[in-house]
T-cell receptor
Framework: SQKIEQNSEALNIQEGKTATLTCNYT??????LQWYRQDPGRGPVFLLL?????KEKRKERLKVTFDTTLKQSLFHITASQPADSATYLC???????????FGKGTTLSVSS | NAGVTQTPKFQVLKTGQSMTLQCAQD?????MSWYRQDPGMGLRLIHY???????DQGEVPNGYNVSRSTTEDFPLRLLSAAPSQTSVYFC????????????FGPGTRLTVT
């Protein structure tokens, strides 16, 4: 069955640095890959979507890459701020499946 | 727009009781879905709907029922609550289908004792 791994449960970095979060998957590649932010006690909020034929997507300080050879997506937050502290989820959509499959998330803490 | 709304925010049930979690969206989205989120398990799809009158099962449908009589509403029914259904439940909607960004509600925290 398809598996998703997000690099670690927790990532601690200093303000101003670039945070890099990893989403790895097994078996076949998804048609779409999405990243969400989730704050404690709230629902996930959509950030970025990248398609399998796209290598990179940017939105303000956020950048997502998608490498189907490595079966990996990287999510970067540049010039990180304490307000970026949250849990970040990757979600994969395999056209043949019935579900948008979510990773367990990585909790990012940005200290000032 | 209110977006996706869910009621109640919190609920405590006894084993065997039934209840309905409400979900509504005012964005005229065709695709709606229910997820549960458990520590260490991530979000798992329970049921989804691609439009009024059409529903289908997700990854973990046992013990839950859904219906979609209108575009706006997608209630989730727990038939006979079990402690294993203690979780946080999220409803989500999307303009077309799951391959587009999902708009999530604020969640319902359910405890079954």
């Amino acid at each position: 069955s398809q598996k998703i791994e997000q690099n670690s449960e927790a990532l601690n970095i200093q303000e101003g640095k670039t945070a890099t979060l990893t989403c790895n998957y097994t078996n076949y590649s998804p048609a779409y890959l999405q990243w969400y932010r989730q704050d404690p006690g709230r629902g996930p909020v959509f950030l970025l979507l990248i398609r399998e034929n796209e290598k990179e997507k940017r939105k303000e300080r956020l950048k997502v890459t998608f490498d189907t050879t490595l079966k990996q997506s990287l999510f970067h937050i540049t010039a990180s701020q304490p307000a970026d502290s949250a849990t970040y989820l990757c979600a994969l959509d395999f056209q043949a499946g019935t579900a948008l499959i979510f990773g367990k998330g990585t909790t990012l803490s940005v200290s000032s | 727009n209110a977006g996706v709304t869910q009621t109640p925010k919190f609920q405590v049930l006894k084993t065997g009781q039934s209840m309905t979690l409400q979900c509504a969206q005012d964005m005229n989205h065709e695709y709606m879905s229910w997820y549960r989120q458990d520590p260490g398990m991530g979000l798992r799809l329970i049921h989804y709907s691609v439009g009024a009158g059409i529903t289908d099962q997700g990854e973990v449908p046992n013990g839950y029922n859904v219906s979609r009589s209108t575009t706006e509403d997608f209630p989730l029914r727990l038939l006979s609550a079990a402690p294993s259904q203690t979780s946080v439940y999220f409803c989500a909607s999307s303009p077309l289908h799951r391959s587009y960004e999902q708009y999530f509600g604020p969640g319902t925290r359910l405890t079954v004792t």
